[in-house]
């Protein structure tokens, strides 16, 4: 099983940016799509950015579209989001999950982290 942790949340006001990272381990990084998802309290978790193997394809909801990338870096078995131009509506946990294929990651049916704070403030 992989498993996921989750850094680089915390407080930013609106308009500025954070980096998470998302440190895999205990299987084969380089044969699974790599996704973020994010929740609010009280709120259901939703579809955030999702990475193909190569890292040559990627996707995003329509809320995060032109602010957000997601990257990887094999090598260092890591996926990345920034997160420019925040806003407080970014405020969540944001979950990192994994899928050995890359359409299946908006399904949000992988495996989990243990998710990172953002919190942005106006």
């Known amino acids: 099983q992989v498993q996921l942790v989750e850094s680089g949340g915390g407080l930013v006001q609106a308009g500025g940016s954070l980096r998470l990272s998302c440190a895999a381990s205990g299987g084969p990084f380089s044969r699974y799509a790599m996704g973020w998802f994010r929740q609010a309290p009280g709120k259901e978790r939703e579809f955030v950015a999702a990475i193909n193997i190569g890292g040559g394809s990627t996707g995003y909801a329509d809320s995060v579209k032109g602010r957000f990338t997601i990257s990887r870096d094999n090598a260092k078995n890591t996926a990345y989001l920034q997160m420019n131009s925040l806003k407080p509506e970014d405020t969540a946990d944001y979950y990192c999950?994994?899928?050995?294929?890359?359409?299946?990651?908006?399904?949000?049916?992988?495996?989990w982290g243990q998710g990172t704070r953002v919190t942005v403030s106006s």
């Open positions: 999950t994994v899928s050995p294929l890359y359409n299946q990651i908006a399904r949000g049916s992988g495996s």
